[in-house]
């Protein structure tokens, strides 16, 4: 036996690695605008610009393609910021008077 007093290894002895953190991307979520028979071709493509930042062109696209194949995907971004830009076009349309509706879903 030694005659130093005990002593405390930090590690116990053992080889410590440190734990890298895995890093993912977030799930991203395409915010859809669905077609209806009601609301205007200006009013969507307003929509497009003012809550989307869209440029006039892009904003005509894609009102165009809700026109014809009954839904357009306005962006992609994260649950937070999809579920914000859902509510602001529900409410703007309300707003409006128009039926325009908006939803959500994972994008692959």
Do not use: W
Not at 45 to 58: P, R, T
Not at 61 to 77: D, E, F, K, S
């Amino acid at each position: 036996m030694s005659d130093k007093p005990f002593e405390h290894d930090d590690d116990g002895g053992l080889a410590v690695q440190e734990a890298k953190p895995k890093l993912q991307k977030p799930p991203m979520y395409k915010v859809l605008l669905l077609n209806d028979d009601f609301t205007p071709m200006d009013f969507v493509v307003s929509i497009l610009q003012s809550i989307f930042y869209k440029e006039k062109e892009e904003a005509v696209r894609i009102t165009m393609n809700v026109h014809t194949a009954g839904i357009g995907v306005c962006g992609v971004y994260t649950k937070e910021v999809a579920e914000t830009k859902v509510q602001q076009v529900i409410t703007y349309a309300q707003e409006h008077q128009h039926p325009l509706q908006c939803t959500m879903e994972q994008s692959d």
